[in-house]
């Protein structure tokens, strides 16, 4: 899945689609780029940020290198890889982004750079009215084209032996997620949401006590880790996975586009994709979160901490959603959930999975 559609809107990437020929059509494919994700990563980090708009995954699963001149998409073609012609840079788009972060952090809204469309993509929740609203259409308007406003349905909000990513902790008057476990030479770790509050926590099934806080973000970012503190728990580098263990066997920061699974207490939600690589969201407590990713899947209360994952790599710690108090249904086309990039925490904390 690459998008859930919202309904009022369809969205049709902006510019030409070129692959190993001249400027075609807008909106023409001429042949099938053979670049491969982090080959498109790589085209983009060498253009640098003035000449592409960045690089997505398309419905097809084919990687896209978004561009801002023919000779970049030569580049890009000559690499083996598919170019689209785009009207603003990820150095602009940015810019407005950072704008945003700046001057219209309100409760029940999130933005980020949007390759796949080439604009800022800023979603408002229904709580999002009156003179909020118009304040920040009025902040949005500055900008133009290169922003798209939509609304979401419902609320923006945080989630609040042996042991394995996924499974349920809890400490005093709290029940969150644990995301995964990591290590350092010295010792043992797990990583969960930082908006979880308590010091201590506990194995949720059986009251097994596990660790202590040793470092904590929140807000701005949204993490915690936990040091081991119970030689009798065997911490696995796994996430749990319908009854079963699922290793996880490296990490890295995620793709425009691409399918990924998440697992909690509360629920699970395996079949999903990445809207955003990077959003700020302000949920309806007024504490506003940067960086995280912007996913389809749901998420429900409890499943805060909670692994995000594709294939066997670690992408992100659950964060929030917008429909925290709904099931995981399918007929809801506009859910969203948020994530701390969990590679972001790693290397901060010189940490890694196993």
């Excluded at 085209?43 to 978004?66: E, K, P, Q, S």
């Excluded at 908006?195 to 806080?213: F, I, Q, R």
């Excluded at 690589?277 to 407590?285: A, F, G, I, K, M």
């Excluded at 929030?320 to 972001?344: M, T």
Aim: charged share 20%; with cysteine.
């Amino acid at each position: 899945m690459r998008r859930s559609s919202l309904a009022t809107r369809v969205v049709v990437a902006a510019g030409l689609l070129i692959a190993g020929t001249a400027l075609a059509p807008s909106g023409a494919v001429a042949a099938v780029g053979t670049m491969s994700a982090d080959g498109a990563v790589a085209a983009t980090d060498r253009l640098g940020d003035t000449r592409t708009g960045g690089a997505y995954i398309d419905a097809t699963g084919r990687a896209v290198v978004t561009v801002t001149d023919a000779a970049a998409a030569a580049s890009v073609r000559a690499a083996g890889g598919t170019a689209q012609l785009v009207k603003y840079s990820t150095a602009q788009l940015t810019s407005v982004a950072s704008a945003l972060d700046a001057g219209a952090r309100i409760p029940g809204t999130s933005w980020g750079v949007d390759p796949s469309t080439n604009k800022v993509s800023v979603e408002i929740d229904s709580t999002v009215t009156g003179a909020e609203l118009a304040r920040l259409e009025s902040i949005t308007k500055r900008y133009g084209d290169a922003v798209q406003v939509d609304r979401i349905g419902g609320k923006i909000e945080k989630t609040a032996a042996f042991t394995s990513g996924g499974q349920g902790i809890q400490g005093t008057g709290t029940k969150c997620s644990l995301g995964f476990n990591v290590r350092t030479p010295e010792g043992r770790f797990f990583l969960t949401a930082g908006h979880c509050k308590p010091n201590s926590w506990e194995k949720a099934a059986d009251g097994t006590y596990l660790g202590k806080v040793v470092y904590r973000v929140w807000p701005n970012k949204d993490f915690a880790l936990v040091e081991y503190d119970n030689s009798d728990v065997t911490a696995y580098g796994t996430v749990w996975v319908n009854g079963a263990q699922k290793q996880i066997a490296s990490s890295r920061y995620p793709r425009d586009g691409e399918s990924v699974s998440r697992v909690g207490t509360t629920s699970s939600d395996l079949v999903g994709a990445v809207l955003l690589t990077s959003t700020t969201v302000t949920y309806d407590t007024g504490e506003t979160v940067t960086g995280v990713i912007k996913t389809s899947n749901c998420t429900r209360r409890g499943d805060s901490g909670g692994a995000l994952f594709s294939g066997s790599v670690a992408l992100g710690i659950t964060s929030g959603g917008n429909f925290v108090d709904a099931g995981c249904s399918d007929a809801v086309s506009d859910r969203r959930s948020y994530y701390q990039p969990v590679q972001e925490v790693l290397t901060a904390l010189g940490q890694e999975v196993y």
